[in-house]
């Protein structure tokens, strides 16, 4: 199974700032994915990130929010952008690995308190 | 568009005893259905998956669910509970996404204690 790391680990930020978050895999996978999941809530997912495409955001995510990078099969980053308290979750990565087909892999995701 | 639910938001279980947690879906064609758990301050575990076939899923640690398409569920059970169960525990179906990839929606998740 893939090995996913996610930078940082958690962070507290002052509204109205940005951070970027790193997704690093340790095995080329095709299909990379951003979720949030909000205090007591289930994951929702934000977008999917292609290598080499813009990247696909679900309904309620737009890119100039949530900007993400994708320069290779390995690593991809999400930025949560202009922050407010409601921003405040975890987000996770997840990637598919090719030809395994649907089973998602999940990173240990990034809790983000905004103050 | 699909949808999961997870009636029971906390469940207590005594250790030894045995567990179901419920999941009913809303899908249009044939589910990929899944189960995942969430241990504090750690990311999501595959516990197992159903694409097609046999009804009934054997997992990791001790884990099976069962896919019943007439009530639209994917109930998870474990005979015996140990106490390293305690977790969180997520329903989810997947969807094709038109670019490729699979779209997962999660079920709002089950509270899971066990006692001693």
């Known amino acids: 199974s893939a090995v996913i790391s996610q930078k940082p680990s958690r962070d507290i930020c002052q509204r109205g700032t940005s951070l970027t978050i790193q997704c690093q895999v340790d095995s080329q996978v095709t299909m990379m994915f951003w979720y949030r999941q909000q205090p007591g809530q289930s994951l929702t997912l934000i977008a999917t990130?292609?290598?080499?495409?813009?990247?696909?955001?679900e309904s309620g995510f737009v890119i100039d929010k949530f900007p993400i990078s994708r320069p290779n099969l390995t690593f991809s980053t999400l930025t949560v952008s202009n922050m407010s308290p409601e921003d405040s979750s975890i987000y996770l990565c997840?990637?598919?690995?090719?030809?395994?087909?649907?089973?998602?892999?999940f990173g240990q995701g990034t809790r983000l308190t905004v103050v | 568009a699909q949808s999961v639910t997870q009636p029971d938001i906390h469940i207590t279980v005594s250790e030894g005893a045995s567990l179901e947690l419920r999941c009913n879906y809303s899908y249009g064609a044939t589910p990929y259905l899944f189960w995942y758990v969430q241990s504090p301050g750690q990311g999501l575990q595959l516990l197992l998956k159903y694409f097609s076939g046999d009804t009934l899923v054997q997992g990791i640690k001790g884990f099976e669910a069962e896919f019943k398409r007439s009530q639209s569920s994917f109930n998870l059970r474990k005979p015996s509970v140990h106490w390293s169960d305690a977790a969180e525990y997520f329903c989810?179906?997947?969807?094709?996404?038109?670019?490729?990839?699979?779209?997962?929606?999660f079920g709002t998740g089950t509270q899971l204690k066990v006692e001693l």
């Open positions: 990130a292609n290598q080499g495409s813009e990247a696909t955001y």
């Open positions: 997840s990637v598919e690995e090719a030809g395994r087909g649907t089973e998602a892999f």
């Open positions: 989810a179906v997947g969807a094709i996404l038109t670019g490729g990839g699979n779209k997962l929606t």
